[in-house]
């Protein structure tokens, strides 16, 4: 009976002892290759493409940071400068002025600047916008869509799993490389003409 | 006994898994349907009055066009102009021609000897009723940006979003003169073009009519270039124009009537020839997404639509009383 246990207790040790070998060995080989991908690929970070965006207001009660890290940034070059401007105004305005009961920003993050008849310049207000969208939505449909959202990558955690991206209906979030970190809209981002750009908006 | 023990505690760890996983994914497909507390709600406006709709949709045809891209009648064809192709239609839908173009259109009309006209982004080419191509214009430089045509007679009326301006020209394409420049003098202010919707067209008088959408008015010229009359209303409400680009496009109708295309919240509707509002061809209801479908008229008072979302062109029939 002892003479048929006793190669199994050895068999089974030696087993035991080249499996950690080889665990270990993987392990290493693992963490290794891991060091060896960092250090040549490029960084990556999250953005999202302004294109799929479809102003759903996650960007804003999503993000791990309060407030969220993504803004609405202005493509100039896009950007009508008009007097009535959609991603501005609210739809019922009373008047076309400054007036808080006018602007269509939940948080006043848009500001608007006279340039000369009938043209006004709208600047974002990075400290006050929380990536809501509302004026996204009002631009999109009514003006150019020279408003659009962004992740600012001063303000972004680069999570390794974006919880915007998670609950994001139009899947509008992509790692980029970190070098070339925005994907703002304008004639320069899609190869097109300026004019494809503007029609299109 | 312990190895059934074992099993049930695997299979119930197993089921756990299971449960915590679909929960997990449920969870994050719910995720994605949540309400937007900041959503951009303009569905007040979407409402019509349904005693207001005078028009019903009579029929439509398949046609896959791009954003950029034309519709004109005459007689009894439909004539669109899309990307690089110039197709020609009856009223059922049945194709008459498809011809390629050499680039992209970006606006059409057909005169009164049925030869048709396209603007082509900084040019315009002409084609004769069967397709062939007839004339072609210099262009008018990298700034230009062609958005509608009229033909009245031997004068071709270009509207031209790139530079705010109606070129007045010959059909060889020389420039008679420049319609809408800014002058405090003669009371112009200047076109406001925010983005490439700048329509023309000619009224039953041979009077030229031009969509000013950054003021959300229509201009209305007299031959030698003077500001003869205008009229229109910025707001959000049915019998006015709203955005920044609005009316997007407009045809006149024989009795010197208003049909009126507007993009953002589409809609088409009929304003009499002092611009005062009659009622809806096409409530916002009618269509999806927020591109304006252009139009035309015919001489029986249709109003034919080309839907860019639905890839379809459409047309309207008025109610009978």
């Not at chain 1, 060995?25 to 250090?39: D, I, N, P, R, T």
């Not at chain 1, 969208?133 to 999570?159: E, I, P, W, Y």
């Not at chain 2, 059409?108 to 006209?117: G, L, M, P, S, Y």
């Not at chain 2, 201009?219 to 910025?234: A, F, M, V």
Request: a neutral charge; hydrophobic letters at 35%.
């Amino acid at each position: 009976m002892s003479d048929k246990k006793e190669p199994k207790s050895i068999e089974r040790r030696r087993f035991l002892r080249s499996g950690m070998q080889m665990a270990l060995a993987v392990s290493l080989g693992g963490v290794a290759g891991v060091s060896l991908l960092k250090s040549t690929s490029k960084d990556l970070v999250w953005q999202l493409d302004p294109f799929k965006c479809v102003q759903c207001g996650r960007c804003a009660d999503e993000c791990v940071m309060t407030p969220s890290a993504v803004k609405c940034v202005h493509a100039y070059d896009l950007c009508g400068y008009c007097d009535l401007c959609g991603g501005y105004l609210k739809p019922d305005a009373n008047a076309r002025t400054t007036a808080a009961e006018n602007q269509l920003c939940p948080t006043a993050a848009i500001k608007r600047q006279y340039i000369e008849e009938p043209y006004f310049e709208y600047v974002i207000d990075e400290d006050l916008c929380i990536g809501c969208a509302k004026c996204v939505a009002g631009c999109t449909s009514f003006g150019n869509g020279s408003l659009h959202l962004q992740v600012r990558h001063d303000l972004c955690k680069n999570c390794n799993d974006c919880s915007i991206a998670r609950v994001c209906p139009a899947d509008a979030f992509q790692r980029v490389p970190a070098d070339t970190p925005y994907l703002i809209k304008g004639g320069f981002t899609k190869g097109g003409s300026s004019k494809d750009n503007l029609k299109k908006g | 006994m312990n190895r059934k023990l074992v099993n049930i505690v695997l299979i119930v760890l197993a089921v756990a898994i299971v449960v915590i996983i679909g929960k997990d994914f449920i969870g994050k497909k719910a995720g994605k349907n949540i309400e937007n507390p900041y959503e951009y709600n303009i569905d007040e406006y979407r409402k019509v009055d349904s005693t207001k709709i005078l028009y019903f949709e009579k029929t439509h045809f398949p046609v896959k066009v791009h954003d950029w891209a034309g519709v004109a009648v005459s007689d009894s064809t439909i004539v669109v102009a899309t990307d690089n192709h110039l197709l020609k239609f009856d009223y059922s839908g049945k194709q008459i021609f498809s011809k390629q173009l050499i680039d992209t259109v970006s606006c059409v009309a057909i005169d009164e000897n049925r030869q048709i006209w396209i603007g082509i982004s900084d040019y315009v080419v002409m084609y004769d009723q069967n397709g062939t191509l007839v004339k072609r214009w210099n262009s008018f430089g990298d700034r230009a940006l062609f958005t509608s045509l009229a033909v009245s007679g031997e004068n071709i009326y270009v509207a031209d979003a790139g530079n705010r301006i109606v070129y007045q020209c010959n059909t060889n394409g020389q420039i008679v003169q420049k319609i809408g420049e800014q002058n405090d003098q003669k009371g112009i202010s200047g076109f406001v073009i925010p983005s490439p919707y700048f329509d023309v067209a000619i009224d039953d008088n041979g009077f030229l009519w031009a969509a000013n959408t950054g003021r959300h008015v229509f201009e209305n010229y007299n031959e030698d270039g003077s500001l003869r009359t205008s009229w229109g209303l910025t707001s959000f409400k049915i019998e006015g124009f709203s955005g920044c680009c609005n009316p997007a496009h407009f045809a006149i109708l024989e009795d010197n009537s208003f049909i009126t295309s507007e993009k953002g919240m589409p809609r088409i509707k009929l304003y009499d020839q002092h611009g005062q509002f009659i009622g809806v061809v096409a409530p916002p209801d009618a269509f999806s997404g927020s591109l304006a479908p252009d139009i035309a008229v015919d001489k029986q008072h249709r109003v034919i639509a080309l839907d860019f979302t639905k890839q379809q062109v459409r047309i309207f029939e008025k109610k009978k009383e």
